[in-house]
């Protein structure tokens, strides 16, 4: 069974750091597309960084400072690092897997077919 499952979220201090995880079975990280989104209520969900299935790395321009996508095979998760937090990041933050997408992997959240639950991060003094 596939699933992915998010945790790291919670209440942060302006100017804090968080570090999100996200644990996938059912399928490997290494040749899948993976990714981070975001999401406030009654918003689009919002592309933050990603892998593409052959590993490369890419980010939306508008996190590409603050952001760092990274993973751990040998325990099939994926990480999102942020810094610098601002009340603009608050938002449930989800991960997604793609299996059959080549290319490019800053695509639109529609083209990703699992997603975990979320995380809610909530950045606030």
């Known amino acids: 069974q596939r699933q992915l499952v998010e945790s790291g979220g919670g209440l942060v201090q302006p100017g804090g750091s968080l570090r999100l995880s996200c644990v996938v079975s059912?399928?490997?990280?290494?040749?899948?597309?993976v990714g981070w989104f975001r999401q406030v209520p009654g918003g689009e969900r919002q592309r933050i960084a990603c892998?593409?299935?052959?590993?490369?790395?890419d980010y939306a321009l508008s996190t590409k400072e603050r952001f760092t996508i990274s993973k751990d095979s040998a325990k099939n998760t994926l990480y999102l690092q942020i810094n610098g937090l601002n009340s603009g990041d608050t938002a449930v933050y989800y991960c997604?897997?793609?299996?059959?997408?080549?290319?490019?992997?800053?695509?639109?959240?529609?083209?990703?077919?699992?997603w975990g639950h979320g995380t809610q991060v909530t950045v606030s003094s």
């Open positions: 997604a897997a793609e299996p059959f997408l080549q290319g490019p992997c800053l695509v639109p959240s529609n083209w990703y077919d699992y």
């Open positions: 059912g399928f490997t990280l290494d040749g899948t597309a």
């Open positions: 892998f593409s299935s052959d590993g490369t790395p």
